[in-house]
């Protein structure tokens, strides 16, 4: 499985994004699903998830409510929408899927597959 993430850039303070994560193949239902963000000299940090049924989502407490994520069986992909963005916001992002039970933790040692990361870049 190979996982390509989408969608980021450079954006103003208070702006928008949509990242998109789509699947090789036909198996977004298959996996649970993240989104990680990372910055030079931290460790990786877990942002959201969805359970492998889209009806189990979580989100770290510093993107609630400013960050959604959604699926589309159809297309393969998962998004992650970006509202209010800050500067602290700024990171390399990073789509994974997992084989294992869904157990809310944003945690990525439960995650076998990653994409290469797409930069996120806030400015004030």
């Known amino acids: 499985l190979q996982l390509v993430e989408s969608g980021g850039g450079l954006v103003h303070l208070g702006g928008s994004l949509t990242l998109s994560c789509t699947f090789s193949?036909?198996?977004?239902?298959?996996?649970?699903s993240g989104w990680f963000r990372q910055v030079p000299g931290k460790e990786r940090e877990g942002i959201s998830s969805?359970?492998?049924?889209?009806?189990?989502?979580n989100y770290t407490d510093s993107v609630k409510g400013r960050f959604t994520i959604s699926r589309d069986t159809s297309k393969n992909t998962v998004y992650l929408q970006m509202n209010s963005l800050k500067p602290e916001d700024t990171a390399l992002y990073y789509c994974a899927a997992s084989t294992l039970g869904y157990s809310g933790r944003l945690d990525m040692h439960e995650y076998r597959y990653w994409g290469q990361g797409t930069q996120v870049t806030v400015s004030s």
């Open positions: 193949r036909s198996a977004v239902e298959y996996y649970n």
């Open positions: 969805i359970s492998r049924s889209g009806a189990r989502t």
